[in-house]
């Protein structure tokens, strides 16, 4: 994962290791600030929709690629 390097950790999602390369986030559709973490559903180049989440305990993100939106 590739974050807009800010102030605070994890910054805006700026592009998704995904199956093999980088794809770049073209929208965020919502951010979320939950108790364990951070969690983004974005929007990459090709309409490719993906949830991230970030956990900082151990640092780590997961990129979960969203199906049957029709996109």
């Known amino acids: 994962m590739r974050c807009l390097?800010?102030?605070?950790?994890p910054g805006r999602p700026l592009e998704v290791w995904y199956n093999g390369g980088w794809?770049?986030?073209?929208?965020v559709l919502d951010e979320q600030q939950v108790p364990l973490g951070k969690h983004y559903h974005v929007i990459c180049e090709e309409m490719n929709e993906?949830?991230?989440?970030?956990?900082?305990?151990p640092d780590?993100?997961?990129?979960t690629a969203v199906t049957g939106t029709g996109n």
Do not use: D, I, R, S
């Open 5 to 9: 390097a800010g102030h605070v950790y």
């Open 60 to 63: 780590n993100w997961q990129v």
């Open 23 to 27: 794809q770049l986030v073209t929208q």
């Open 50 to 57: 993906f949830w991230l989440e970030y956990h900082p305990l």
